[in-house]
């Protein structure tokens, strides 16, 4: 079974156990359950965006802090995965006590065999060699858009969206230093393959249909077109969650741009370009 860091320290009234000042590891752990700030807390669920549309799921949820909050301050509904009994039991308790047991839940279990594919946001605050491990199957079981908050540590080879860090005089104990560093990062939708682009009209490379070829890794997504038998380079080419966004030049109609959504294997959006005001495209997987 794996281990890993627990969830954040809140400063909720029913939380004023022994654990809100120590330490705990467990038999082939990968880190201790160590308490962190409310600061720290309320910053993790302002980086997540998180409202009460969303379903939260936090790795190493220690006494269930995160998750209650969510549920208390903004309805949202989710549960926590932990490696210890007792914390897991502490946290149901907890979550009963602060009266969101309906919408919250905590149970014991392995991270790296959990479903995850209900969240829609997931926190973490897990040692970087756990984290690693578990890029695949973020990738693999997450729902595009989904939103993972990380605290201290980067996702790696994951590009983050969005980085934060400040100094809190309370983290001294946890780590030493003052600096907390809070990590974004979006699931991109699956786009790899060849896909058949189709324009509207006659502009932006002509009428019909070209061939799209992307490759994506976990850090990285290129591409190219084909457009009347030759193949371009796309440029700018950005995903984020189900929004896609890439441009390429090509001989009649100079610098053109596309932005869409991609749901499954098909993508639609909007093209512009020098010679060709916004038009529709559109893009299904062969």
Known sequence: MSRFVASCFLGLSVFA??????SV???????????TPTAIVDRLLE???????DYLIDLGSGDGRIVITAAKKFGTHGHGIDIQDKLVKLANQNAAAEGVADKVSFVRGDIMEADLSKASVITTYLLPSTITKLVPKFLAELKPGTRIVSHDYAIDPLPYEKRIEFNLDEKIEISGTTLTLIYLYIIPAKVAGQWNLSLDDAGAGGKGSHTLRLEQRPDSVSGSIEVSGTRIPLRNLKIKGEEISFAYTDGRSGNVSLRGTVKGGQMRGTVSGAATPAKAWSAQRN
Request: proline share 12%.
């Open 47 to 53: 980086m997540g965006s998180v409202t009460g549309k």
């Open 25 to 35: 590891f467990a038999q082939g752990s990968f880190g201790p359950y160590v308490p």
């Open 17 to 22: 156990s022994p654990l809100a000042t120590t």
